[in-house]
């Protein structure tokens, strides 16, 4: 296993246009969890999968942001109407149920920048 | 809430010098507690943890003790290298069946030779 792996690492994109990243977890992993990190913060929390079911969201969340997990695998995290401040990194991350105490496994993020 | 309260950086530090990064929470129950480096360019990696008081986690030559009385997590490191630049993150999770972790901020290290 190669560990967490999202693509792509950077994307540049226009205000106003929509963008998705794409994360494909550990395969074993049945949680999948969604970070934010702005420049000098640390990672902020999104939302999280258990298989499919997406059990909780942020309220930094908003309309314009959807996550999927269609078959319990790989998940996709779209921006709708793509604003400056949405300018970060996107972190993945993968673990076992009931194995959080342990650690998460952290892909190496997507760098997204609007212009 | 919950929230984690990191020194603030960047602490520069001569080759073989002594490390301490401070920790403090703020939290409800038991949580468990982590700390995560990022080098430059990739992902948060686990460094070490310690899931109740007391605890011991260590790593690489990294430590920290899970204090509850003082609810901090301090790192340390006896002779920090070139190679540990990097930022370093204090966490915390509500443990076992909780699936969200709280972050601070981070604090960059760099190591001179």
């Known amino acids: 296993d190669t560990g967490v792996s999202q693509n792509p690492r950077h994307k540049i994109t226009k205000r106003g246009q929509n963008v998705t990243f794409r994360c494909d977890p550990i395969s074993e992993h049945n949680r999948l969890y969604w970070y934010r990190q702005t420049l000098g913060q640390g990672p902020e929390f999104l939302t999280y999968f258990q298989n499919e079911a997406q059990l909780e969201k942020s309220r930094l969340l908003s309309d314009r942001f959807s996550a999927e997990r269609p078959k319990g695998s790989f998940s996709t995290l779209e921006i709708q109407r793509t604003e400056q401040g949405d300018s970060a990194m996107y972190l993945c991350?993968?673990?076992?149920?009931?194995?959080?105490?342990?650690?998460?496994?952290f892909g190496s993020g997507t760098r997204l920048t609007v212009v | 809430g919950d929230s984690v309260t990191q020194m603030e950086g960047p602490v520069t530090l001569s080759e073989e010098a002594f490390l301490t990064i401070n920790c403090t929470y703020t939290?409800?129950?038991?949580?468990?507690l982590f700390w995560y480096v990022q080098y430059p360019g990739e992902g948060l990696q686990l460094l070490l943890k310690a899931t109740k008081a007391d605890d011991k986690g260590s790593n690489k030559g990294f430590e920290a003790t899970y204090r509850k009385e003082t609810t901090s997590f301090h790192l340390e490191k006896g002779s920090v290298q070139v190679s540990d630049s990097a930022v370093y993150f204090c966490?915390?999770?509500?443990?076992?069946?909780?699936?969200?972790?709280?972050f601070g901020k981070g604090t960059k290290l760099s190591v001179i030779p």
């Open positions: 939290a409800t129950g038991y949580p468990s």
């Open positions: 966490a915390l999770s509500k443990g076992a069946g909780s699936y969200q972790l709280t």
């Open positions: 991350a993968s673990s076992l149920a009931g194995g959080e105490g342990y650690g998460y496994t």
